[in-house]
């Protein structure tokens, strides 16, 4: 399967900072990426669907100018958390669709806001 | 709108064990289904899938599930389970129809598995 990387692993920002989270399709061009956010014990959310080359779908109740996502090459979608506060602290993982329907899913991303 | 339901939120098992991990999704249409293991502050990865073709589908580190259209289920199995095998497990599912591309999946809330010797 594709190999999905995911950067930083770990950050820690200050409440009213802005923090970017990059997601690297590295083998496979990813017409469609998807972030998803993840409580500590919880099931997977998806935030919105990334689409190369034009503006994103964001899912009900995720702040499109809060969680800002660009997806400007076939291998790059960046996540941006603008003011970030404590209650943004979460883990964020990005996936790749394939042509197959199944999602190719990086590593995640540990964000803590203090 | 469619829905994945995981009934077991944890599972503990002995080492050697049998197990097997529920999962029922809801929907009027064909869907494609996903099992996905997570261990501890990691990402996804993907255990098996059902496409179409034999209901009984085998994925890596021993797993299969057998997929049930009149039940609407997806039960994940495993006859023998190791300690190595404790983590989070998701269920998913997605619209099978053409031109989907950027469907999403729907995750079910996850089942704890919880091996020990």
């Known amino acids: 399967g594709a190999v999905v990387s995911q950067h930083p692993s770990r950050v820690i920002c200050k409440s009213g900072t802005s923090v970017k989270i990059e997601c690297r399709s590295l083998?496979?061009?990813?017409?469609?990426m998807f972030w998803y956010r993840q409580f500590p014990k919880q099931s997977l959310m998806l935030m919105a669907t990334?689409?190369?080359?034009?503006?994103?779908?964001?899912e009900q109740g995720v702040e499109k100018d809060k969680f800002l996502i660009n997806h400007a090459s076939l291998t790059l979608s960046t996540l941006t958390v603008t003011s970030a506060h404590p209650e943004d602290s979460s883990f964020y993982i990005c996936?790749?669709?394939?042509?197959?329907?199944?999602?190719?899913f990086g590593p995640g991303t540990r964000l803590t806001v203090t | 709108a469619q829905s994945v339901t995981q009934l077991d939120s944890q599972v503990p098992v002995f080492e050697e064990a049998p197990v097997e991990l529920r999962c029922n999704y809801s929907s009027s249409v064909s869907v494609y289904l996903f099992w996905y293991v997570q261990y501890p502050n990691q990402g996804l990865q993907l255990l098996l899938k059902?496409?179409?073709?034999?209901?009984l589908v085998k994925g890596i580190n021993g797993f299969e599930a057998e997929f049930n259209k009149s039940q609407t289920s997806f039960h994940l199995r495993k006859p023998s389970v190791h300690i190595s095998d404790t983590a989070e497990y998701f269920c998913a599912v997605t619209y099978s129809w053409a031109n989907q591309a950027g469907t999403a999946l729907i995750f079910g809330k996850g089942t704890t598995l919880s091996v020990s010797s």
């Open positions: 996936s790749v669709k394939s042509p197959a329907y199944e999602q190719y």
């Open positions: 059902y496409l179409s073709g034999s209901t």
């Open positions: 083998d496979f061009q990813a017409t469609t």
């Open positions: 990334s689409n190369e080359g034009s503006k994103a779908t964001y």
